[in-house]
C-alpha cells in the first residue's frame, strides 16, 4: 500500500529555515515523480516544486532560490527545504506523488496527510 | 503562466441533483487537465486526468470533458459524500496550477 507521511512543520518566525519530510512505503520514491503542494489557511492549492526520477527538480517561480526539494533513497523520503520563510509561506505542505511518471502531465494522485507550516513571529 | 478559472465558486445543490463545475485555461492545454475533490481537513483525491480518464476507484458518475481552454468536471447524481470543494489543474507546464476551487454544498 502506498503511503506518504509528511513531518517537519511547526512555528517558525520570519526569515528563518525548515525541511519538511515526506517518508514514503509502499514505493521507491527515487523511481517516482514526486511534488510538494500547499495550501495556505482556507485558500487553494499551490504547487510548490517537484523532482522526476531522474533527479530534475522544477520549482514555482515565487519560491525559486529560497526551497530545495532533495530526496534521500537510502531512507525513502523526499524533503523541502525552505528557507528566509515569511508570513505568505503559511500553509499545510503536502507531498505527492505522480504514479504516471508524467505520462498526463505532472498529475497528483497519491497524497500525504499534510504538515503545516506556520511563520510567525 | 497559465491560469485556470473555475466557475462557479459555490453550488448549492441536493441530493440526486446533476452538478456541472466549469474550468477555463487562459492559454490552451490540450487535455492536460486533472480534477480533485477535497474534504475539510483531508488531502485533495484526484478524480480525473487527461480531461476525461477517470481514476481507478471513482465512482463512474463523475466524469470530464473538453479539450484546449474549456473544460468540464459534471458529477451526475449527486450523492451525500460528493459535497466538497473541486480543484482543476492543468499539467501542461510549469508552474503548474489549480482553479481557485468550486464548494458543492447542500441546498
Known amino acids: 500500500e502506498v503511503q506518504l507521511v509528511e513531518s517537519g512543520g511547526g512555528l517558525v518566525q520570519p526569515g528563518g529555515s525548515l525541511r519538511l519530510s515526506c517518508a514514503a512505503s509502499?514505493?521507491?520514491?527515487?523511481?517516482?515523480?514526486m511534488s510538494w503542494v500547499r495550501q495556505a489557511p482556507g485558500k487553494g492549492l499551490e504547487w510548490v516544486s517537484v523532482?522526476?526520477?531522474?533527479?530534475?527538480?522544477y520549482y514555482a517561480d515565487s519560491e525559486k532560490g529560497r526551497v530545495t526539494i532533495s530526496r534521500d533513497n537510502s531512507k525513502n523520503t523526499l524533503y523541502l527545504q525552505m528557507n528566509s520563510l515569511g508570513a505568505e509561506d503559511t500553509a499545510v505542505y503536502y507531498c505527492?506523488?505522480?504514479?504516471?511518471?508524467?505520462?498526463?502531465?505532472?498529475?497528483?494522485?497519491?497524497w500525504g496527510q499534510g504538515t503545516l507550516v506556520t511563520v510567525s513571529s | 503562466d497559465i491560469q485556470m478559472t473555475q466557475s462557479p465558486s459555490s453550488v448549492s445543490a441536493s441530493v440526486g441533483d446533476r452538478v456541472t463545475i466549469t474550468c477555463q485555461a487562459s492559454?490552451?492545454?490540450?487535455?492536460?487537465l486533472a480534477w480533485y475533490q477535497q474534504k475539510p481537513g483531508k488531502a485533495p483525491k484526484l478524480l480525473i486526468y487527461?480531461?476525461?480518464s477517470l481514476q481507478s476507484g471513482v465512482p463512474s458518475r463523475f466524469s470530464g470533458s473538453g479539450s484546449g481552454t474549456d473544460f468540464t468536471l459534471t458529477i451526475s447524481s449527486l450523492q451525500p459524500e460528493d459535497f466538497a470543494t473541486y480543484y482543476c489543474q492543468q499539467a501542461k507546464s510549469f508552474p503548474l496550477t489549480f482553479g481557485g476551487g468550486t464548494k458543492v454544498e447542500i441546498k
Open positions: 523532482i522526476y526520477s531522474g533527479g530534475r527538480a
Open positions: 509502499g514505493f521507491t520514491v527515487s523511481s517516482s515523480y
Open positions: 492559454q490552451g492545454i490540450s487535455s492536460w
Open positions: 505527492a506523488r505522480d504514479s504516471f511518471s508524467g505520462s498526463y502531465g505532472i498529475v497528483f494522485d497519491y
Open positions: 487527461a480531461a476525461s
